[in-house]
């Protein structure tokens, strides 16, 4: 299902079929994908059989606009979807509209995929609510009290609302007034949600069906005042239809090829219809390709169907919010690596992504655990192949963690330093939150030549394979060592990390 899944050599996840993608085996080299078909994309039709062996048809749910935060509500066509019979249906010749480019298909006016539902009573920010059949009037609403704050209009609660942990000595209170200056606050998100909602109407033009996602630190707790904005572009869908409701698989997009001609494209609109909006849009070709680009205020990141990346800012949202002294730690680690110049991939470090999970991955292996296994303890929550519109659910139905782990915000910041600089086997061992402990490292291409190993919790790549130079590996062990030592004489945080030009940057 993951652009990166592809991982054979690895033992925990098992290798899964992938669907190869014909986007441009079809037409010449210089055809954007955006004009071909629906048919010529993929087929992907299903049917059921009823009793008598005829082929059924069943129609879409019709979906109602959602209004996102400081935008006008979607609009959606009321034509209904029929899904046909298994018979793959002949292609057709399209009209090339050039200034419109488009996928193209005969049988629908509207796709399911591309519109999002609201859930009762709430508005959701970028975020797509579940479609209700018809048939299942009824359904369980389980008691959230207590629970992981749900996604509302204010994604994360206001300082002043969220329960902190008490602060008995100089360095635990010097973390939770860097984490009070530096978090991210609601005008920051909407900022961000803002120009979501811009992008993702301009962007609809030239791929109609296409759902524009905010993801990483935006939405999963650990985001500061200066975070960069992550999008997600999901370019195609199709619904499948079962008895009782429609769900959908997303298309694979080969991010060496396709995923650049889509970006290319993207790149363009930002250049053009959009440049008095968007400051030097620039294609990065990476493993995952990415467009960067500015808007007024801040930097962002959009890439094409890299899906994982909705669901792990869903699962980090979990673990951020299910005990109160996982936020104020994971800030004030990615400001340290930040200072000390550790925390960037494209030059060969940490990415800030690999230090949230080397932090959760820290509270999980302690000898009083203040960290589960997510994944573990509630797999139903976090199936790597849920429906996209239902992965926003899964924090809400998790109550807080009791630790028995009373250690405070100081303790347990140089105990981090300490782990990594003296007791984890880097040549070895291989960082999983999944499993909640250091496994052996896979003997796959993935993890050879890599001198630190974390597991993405859910296509099981190597999150940090940036740190492939051991010049650079030395620089950042060497700074967790340091640190651990002079934190520890110290027990001051000014000593590893200067707090005033830190607030004042943000």
Not at 38 to 45: H, S, T
């Amino acid at each position: 299902m993951f652009p990166n899944s592809s991982n054979v050599h690895h033992p925990p996840f098992s290798p899964k079929h992938q669907q190869q993608s014909s986007f441009f085996n079809k037409l010449p080299l210089n055809t954007p994908p955006s004009l071909l078909s629906c048919q010529q994309i993929v087929a992907a039709q299903y049917s059921l059989e009823n009793a008598a062996g005829k082929l059924a048809t069943i129609t879409a749910v019709t979906l109602q606009p959602m209004t996102y935060r400081s935008s006008s509500p979607v609009q959606i066509s009321d034509a209904g979807m029929s899904f046909r019979g298994r018979k793959r249906l002949s292609e057709q010749t399209v009209a090339h509209d050039v200034k419109r480019q488009r996928f193209h298909s005969h049988h629908s006016e509207a796709s399911v995929v591309s519109q999002a539902v609201p859930l009762p009573e709430e508005r959701r920010c970028s975020f797509p609510g579940s479609v209700q059949s018809p048939l299942l009037r009824v359904h369980y609403v389980p008691d959230l009290t207590g629970c992981v704050p749900p996604l509302q209009d204010t994604l994360f609660p206001d300082p002043t609302d969220t329960t902190l942990p008490m602060a008995k000595d100089k360095l635990s209170q010097q973390i939770l007034e860097l984490f009070q200056a530096c978090q991210q606050q609601t005008c920051d998100l909407n900022r961000k949600e803002l120009c979501r909602t811009e992008l993702q109407r301009e962007i609809k033009q030239i791929f109609p069906q296409s759902r524009l996602f905010l993801v990483g630190s935006s939405l999963n707790g650990f985001g500061t005042r200066s975070s960069d904005g992550d999008l997600c572009l999901v370019v195609k869908e199709e619904p499948i239809p079962t008895f009782f409701f429609n769900f959908n698989i997303i298309f694979q997009v080969n991010q060496k090829t396709e995923a650049r001609h889509i970006l290319s494209l993207v790149q363009k609109l930002f250049s053009t219809k959009l440049c008095n909006y968007i400051e030097r849009p620039q294609l990065i070709r990476a493993k995952v390709p990415i467009v960067k680009f500015r808007d007024k205020v801040r930097q962002f990141d959009l890439n094409v169907n890299n899906v994982v990346g909705i669901r792990n800012t869903f699962l980090l949202r979990t673990y951020a919010y299910i005990e109160n002294r996982v936020r104020p730690l994971v800030l004030v680690v990615k400001k340290w690596a930040s200072f000390h110049d550790i925390n960037d991939a494209s030059r060969g470090t940490l990415s800030s992504y690999s230090l949230v999970l080397m932090v959760l991955h820290y509270l999980q292996t302690l000898p009083e655990p203040i960290l589960p296994s997510l994944q573990k303890n509630y797999p139903e929550s976090f199936d790597p192949t849920m429906q996209l519109h239902l992965v926003h659910r899964a924090p809400c139905t998790i109550p807080h963690y009791v630790s028995k782990n009373g250690s405070s915000l100081g303790d347990l910041l140089i105990g981090f330093f300490k782990y990594y600089a003296t007791e984890f086997d880097w040549s070895h061992q291989m960082i999983s939150v999944r499993e909640a402990k250091a496994i052996p490292r896979p003997d796959g291409i993935e993890w050879r030549n890599k001198f630190i190993c974390v597991e993405e919790p859910f296509d099981g790549t190597n999150t940090a394979r940036a740190v492939h130079e051991k010049q650079k590996f030395d620089i950042i062990k060497g700074e967790f060592l340091k640190s651990w030592q002079v934190l520890r004489d110290k027990k001051d945080l000014n000593s590893i990390l200067p707090l005033r030009r830190t607030i004042q940057k943000r």
